[in-house]
């Protein structure tokens, strides 16, 4: 029986392993245009002020479009692409897509909000990130205050130093920085302090649930009290309910994002709503008309 159980244990070892195998071989050829292992594709989830009734800002989420799993969330290969070294390929392809995107909807005549993109450490820190990113801005003629980098706190753990002037030279092509899922890594508050960042994301785990739950409420209100010292606006991802969002607003903080207003859209779901922006007056719609 011992024997016969290890050998499953290990069988399953090895096909995970396969999988996992598989997997990144499959990333690699569909990074590289080959339509048979799928494609990637970019999802954005709205960012609303609901004070001012406006859309302020898309998330782009990527997507694995796979022809045997169907859609695949990110959480199924982005780290497999930090593991095997394909990550910045990976996030220079999605800022491409983007940036195509975006340049449609401007031929259209509409006015598009800024897009952030995820940027993994290793991506920031890669020695063609400041080119590559200048390169898809010219060639598709998007302005770079139209992107944003979202950066985990882990960015900021080690060698800052080579750190600043990257952030600089990306600052001067116009591209915003946002610190994402703010709360949940080692924060280095000095660290921060030293750094040049336009807005902070309050994760999830801070905002759901705030409006009955005191410890949260507490830990919430240091990361406003963070975004006001570091002059930052602060955004609240993962908005799922009313009594939250009652909460939020009762406090001053009116930067939401999450599935209370929409989940991650198509790009031609998008599309309409900006067309919806775009006929409104003022660009203003109702939070209601802001639902998806
Ligand atoms: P993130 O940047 O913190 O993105 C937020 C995640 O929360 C997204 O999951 C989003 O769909 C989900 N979400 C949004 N609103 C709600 C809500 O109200 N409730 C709940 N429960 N979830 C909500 P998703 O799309 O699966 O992405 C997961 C993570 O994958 C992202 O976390 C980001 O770290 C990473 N990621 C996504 N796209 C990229 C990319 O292009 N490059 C890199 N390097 N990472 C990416
Ligand atoms: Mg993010
Ligand atoms: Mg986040
Ligand atoms: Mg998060």
């Not at 590289?32 to 709205?46: A, C, I, N, S, T």
Request: aromatic letters at 8%; a negative charge; proline letters at 3%.
């Amino acid at each position: 029986i011992r024997r016969n159980l290890d050998r499953s244990v290990v069988a399953e070892y090895d096909s995970a392993l396969a999988a996992r195998a598989r997997l990144r071989y499959e990333l690699r050829h569909a990074l590289r245009g080959d339509r048979r292992h799928g494609r990637l594709e970019v999802h954005y989830q709205p960012q609303i002020d609901v004070e001012a009734g406006k859309l302020i800002g898309l998330e782009a989420l990527v997507r694995w479009c796979h022809p045997e799993f169907g859609l695949v969330a990110p959480a199924m290969f982005v780290p497999q692409a930090e593991q095997s070294g394909r990550i910045f390929e990976l996030d220079a392809h999605v800022a491409r897509l983007v940036c195509e995107d975006l340049k449609r909807w401007l031929a259209k005549g509409l006015d598009p909000v800024p897009v952030a993109l995820n940027f993994s450490r290793v991506s920031l820190m890669h020695p063609e990130l400041f080119a590559r990113l200048e390169t898809i801005l010219r060639e598709t003629g998007v302005p770079g205050r139209l992107i944003e980098l979202e950066v985990t706190e882990s960015v900021l753990l080690d060698s800052l130093q080579p750190l600043y002037p990257r952030i600089a030279a990306l600052r001067s092509l116009g591209v915003h920085i946002a610190i994402d899922d703010f709360g949940t890594g080692s924060s280095n508050l000095d660290a921060l302090a030293d750094f040049t960042f336009d807005r902070l994301k309050a994760d999830r785990q801070f905002v759901h649930g705030v409006a009955s739950d005191h410890k949260k409420a507490g830990l919430f209100s240091l990361i406003h009290g963070a975004a006001r010292v570091f002059d930052a606006e602060l955004i609240c991802e993962g908005l799922e309910d009313e009594a939250d969002l009652a909460w939020l607003t009762s406090r001053g903080v009116h930067c939401v994002q999450g599935w209370l207003f929409s989940r991650a859209r198509t790009a031609r779901d998008i599309e309409h709503l900006l067309l919806r922006f775009h006929d409104a007056q003022e660009r203003q719609l109702s939070v209601g008309e802001l639902r998806a």
